[in-house]
């Protein structure tokens, strides 16, 4: 098993930042891919970002590609995604995940440990 806790999300202005974390506990976190996905109220949960369990690889949505950028402290078993130059359609309850995988790409279907999520709302 693998326990996900997100931090770090807020209210904040369009064009401004924030910086998700993610503190993973349970077995090794450094053998997993892990990803970022969001859901938008009343919309399908979404891919944002993933990355490999070694941090040299990344992916991500074309909508946020240039403003996210997600990383990984495997000393610290934390994922993070920075978000710069937020835009109201970012808001959003934003998830991470771990795929039982060294990388799960973008299908939601191979990760199979979930945080409860953190609220992102940018104000227009």
């Known amino acids: 098993q693998v326990q996900l806790v997100e931090s770090g999300g807020g209210l904040v202005q369009a064009g401004g930042s924030l910086r998700l974390s993610c503190a993973a506990s349970?077995?090794?976190?450094?053998?997993?891919?892990m990803a970022w996905f969001r859901q938008a109220p009343g919309k399908e949960r979404e891919f944002v970002g993933a990355i490999t369990f070694n941090g040299d690889f990344t992916s991500y949505v074309d909508s946020v590609k240039g403003r996210f950028t997600i990383s990984r402290d495997n000393a610290k078993n934390t994922l993070y995604l920075q978000m710069n130059s937020l835009k109201p359609e970012d808001t959003a309850v934003y998830y991470c995940?771990?795929?039982?995988?060294?990388?799960?790409?973008?299908?939601?279907?191979?990760?199979?440990?979930w945080g409860q999520g953190t609220q992102v709302t940018v104000s227009s």
């Open positions: 349970g077995r090794t976190f450094s053998n997993y891919g």
């Open positions: 995940a771990a795929a039982s995988a060294a990388w799960g790409g973008s299908a939601n279907g191979l990760y199979h440990y």
